[in-house]
């Protein structure tokens, strides 16, 4: 089994390699004084620009930038992973290529991989060969024919079919228990369950497994090597889902690929943008219609994984998604995820189709020129989108809306790498909200400054490192420790602070009443007495009002009647309120679902973070004592005092703004802002 190529092999190989003739059997080079010259290779040009140097055994294009070695001209130009160039410059040299002996444990996973992609092969090999055979596959080219899809796009994207049936895989590639189990692995087939629901134990003579994938268009999934490692299957019939993934196996991550990249790089010399869609269809459809550079995302948001993969085969990136609120979502995620990375010379791109299209339905109607038209018109750049969004519901024109504008873009902005494009997009928000820069940067630090507090504030304070001076230091004339309140045995696990997600009770002001000891933590003193805040007894810990709300929903699915508009909750900026909403969504669109069957709906929600959420909020008991114990609660007191709790953040916040605003200048104040200002009591600053 191959293992890593010894960098002393790299650095003798291109030592001895020659560069000028790797690069002029590939691109005719002409000699221009020491060096050698040609219209580059990677982007089109009329006068050379593109250099290769025999003394640094290197080349440059001023152009458009691209450099490298031997080795890096063979993986751009010919499109080769490092090995493979690495093999291939040896091969011209008549060197054999070394490898350094792997750990018996990495030539196990390897064995495993080569296996797993051996399968997946011949899996892609069954279900393109039962597109071909006409007693099974007529529903199946009745359908992609009514799509638009031609032969050679089938062919060229591997498309095949699954027709119907338990085990035509299973029976095709081999019954043995071993088969299956490794096309269990790949993510192909599946075991049987008991009664119980338990997985169905081995017993000789017995089928335990069936086919993942049955009577569903197939969609080969591959990776940057042009290797099958996974599929997606869309159904022919009424079964649901509508389209089915390939699980997670050793050689699939669903967030680090992107589906077509491979596709979209043999048919592109180079890739001036990639259009980043929705689903399978979409890609392929785009491609009937002569765009070569469409890819989509798994089944799962964008993430910063497929940010880095696609920036590093082009410059621009454009995302395109239906204009409704599951796109508008996906578009906002999309940018999120891709700030962190936007270094200069990157472009992105938005394009939100009308609500209702999508880009198979679009491409269709007004063809594939007319679609990149669409996209070079309406494409809008990233800080035209991400102003508009985060601008939308809020009035600039006033002083109140300027500063909302500016405490939601000032954190995201501060995502962007340092660099020109950061340095112009904090001066577009200077420009939008009337606030220097300087300021902008005192926001953020702000924000960060009060994010640690809390984190501070919410963590148990550290135990002594050794027993006060006052107990007695004798083991034998030790006093017994009091007995706790709560029963406990000598058995119980240590309890050293709160669980993940949980805070103190005593966390914030808003937990203060109105008679607050002098004692208390700083901003008690803000608390507004016409409030009635929920009290929180010492030593116990709950879950933050926004998880608090999710978890009483998990474990009280009957709450939701307590509250009618969702809306409000699934458009807030805040993610956990986010969350909230889309549970409250759930349960208004089917009430009576007990806890278990919530949980199984919640599962297919798109966004990753919340998919992990909400099992921890699921298992967690939303008051502990600070024993560790669980305490008992009664839901609807609790729900209605999170809301609460929310509702007089949110008074607060809107008091520090009209207090803002009073300071900067007090004559821009409505009369009714300047009633509302009256009946706060707050003790002066």
Sequence with gaps: MAGKIPQYFIDDLLARADIVPVVDSRVKLRKTGKNYSACCPFHDEKTPSFTVSPDKQFYYCFGCGASGNAVGFLMEYDRLPFPEAVEKLAASLSLE?????????????????????????????????????????????????????????????????APPGWDNLLTHLGTSAEKAEQLELAGLAIRRQDSDGNPAKTEPGKRHHYDRFRNRIMFPIRDQRGRTIAFGGRVLGDDKPKYLNSPETPIFHKGRELYGLWEARQANRELKRLIVVEGYMDVVALAQFGIRCAVATLGTACGEDHIQLAFRHTGE?????????????????????????????????????????????????????????????????????????????????????????????????????????RQLMFQQLARRTGLEQDMLEEIIAAEKARSAEFARQSRPPAAPESPPETQPSNPDTRTAAPQSEH???????????????????????EHYPSDAPSDA?????????????????????????????????????????????????????????????????????????????????????????????????????????????????????????CLRTLDIAAEKQRKRGLLGQLKNNGNQLSPEQLALLAQFRRKPD
């Design 521 to 641: 933590p700083s901003g008690a003193d803000e608390y507004s007495p016409h409030h009635e805040a929920p009290r929180r007894r010492s030593g116990q810990y709950r879950l933050p009002a926004e998880r608090m709300l999710i978890a009483l929903l998990l474990h009280h699915p009957r709450l939701a009647e307590h509250i009618d508009d969702n809306a409000r909750f699934r458009d807030s900026s805040d993610a956990d309120l986010q969350l909230f909403g889309e549970v409250l969504q759930v349960l208004h669109k089917n009430p009576g679902l007990n806890s278990n069957q919530l949980f199984g709906r919640l599962l297919n929600l798109e966004s990753k973070e919340a998919r992990e959420l909400l099992p921890r909020l699921a298992m967690s008991h939303p008051i502990v004592g600070s024993a560790g114990q669980k305490l008992e609660y009664d839901p609807e007191t609790e729900f209605n005092d």
């Design 97 to 161: 290529v070394p490898r350094e002996q792997l750990a018996p444990a990495q030539i196990k996973r390897q064995q495993e991989s080569q296996s797993l992609y051996q399968l997946t092969e011949k899996a892609a090999d069954f279900y393109r060969e039962k597109l071909r055979d006409h007693s099974v596959s007529t529903p199946a080219i009745t359908y992609l024919k009514n799509r638009g899809l031609s032969g050679a796009v089938c062919k060229e994207f591997g498309i095949g079919l």
């Design 317 to 421: 990136i454009v995302f395109c998604f239906d204009g409704d609120k599951a796109g508008r979502t996906a578009a906002r995620r999309a940018l999120e995820s891709a700030l962190p990375h936007m270094q200069d010379g990157r472009s992105l791109r938005f394009l939100l189709l009308p609500e209702g299209e999508d880009p198979d339905t679009l491409v269709r109607q007004i063809g594939g020129e007319r679609f990149d038209q669409l996209i070079d018109e309406q494409g809008r750049p990233l800080e035209d989108f991400l102003f508009d969004l985060l601008g939308e519901g809020i009035n600039i024109q006033t002083m109140d809306g300027r500063a909302r504008l500016s405490k939601a873009a000032a954190p995201l902005l501060d995502l962007l790498p340092a660099g020109v494009y």
């Design 487 to 509: 029963p406990h045995t000598a058995n119980s696990p240590v309890f050293d602070g709160p669980p993940p997600d949980y805070d103190y009770a005593e966390a914030g002001p």
